[in-house]
């Protein structure tokens, strides 16, 4: 069975760190471009980051300069470091698999997790 686990969320403070994690397993991701989105209350799920295997990335305009991705492939697991977290950065954070990155930037994903929460209080 394969499946995303992320963890890491929480309650936090603007200004603050937080490390989400999304751990892989039932098959290797190596090859797939591996992502991150969110969905706050009553909105749209929208694309935070993602990253190829070779190490190339993307970011979303909104957290570019504060969110770093990163992944071990070794491990099957990806990584969404978030600083200097503001409020508007509530939501649900979701991690995804794809087979290219047009897929993946369209909210096209062969693989989802559940989600972990991130709050971000003023």
């Known amino acids: 069975q394969v499946q995303l686990v992320e963890s890491g969320g929480g309650l936090v403070q603007a200004g603050s760190s937080l490390r989400l994690s999304c751990a892989a397993s039932g098959r290797t991701f190596s090859s797939y471009v591996m992502g991150w989105f969110r969905q706050a209350p009553g909105k749209e799920r929208k694309f935070v980051a993602c990253r190829w295997s070779d190490g190339s990335t993307s970011y979303a305009d909104s957290v570019k300069g504060r969110f770093t991705m990163s992944r071990d492939n070794a491990n099957n697991t990806v990584y969404l470091q978030m600083n200097s977290l503001k409020p508007e950065d509530t939501a649900m954070y979701y991690c995804?698999?794809?087979?290219?990155?047009?897929?993946?930037?369209?909210?096209?994903?062969?693989?989802w997790g559940q989600g972990t929460q991130v709050t971000v209080s003023s």
């Open positions: 995804a698999a794809a087979r290219t990155f047009s897929s993946l930037r369209a909210g096209v994903a062969e693989y």
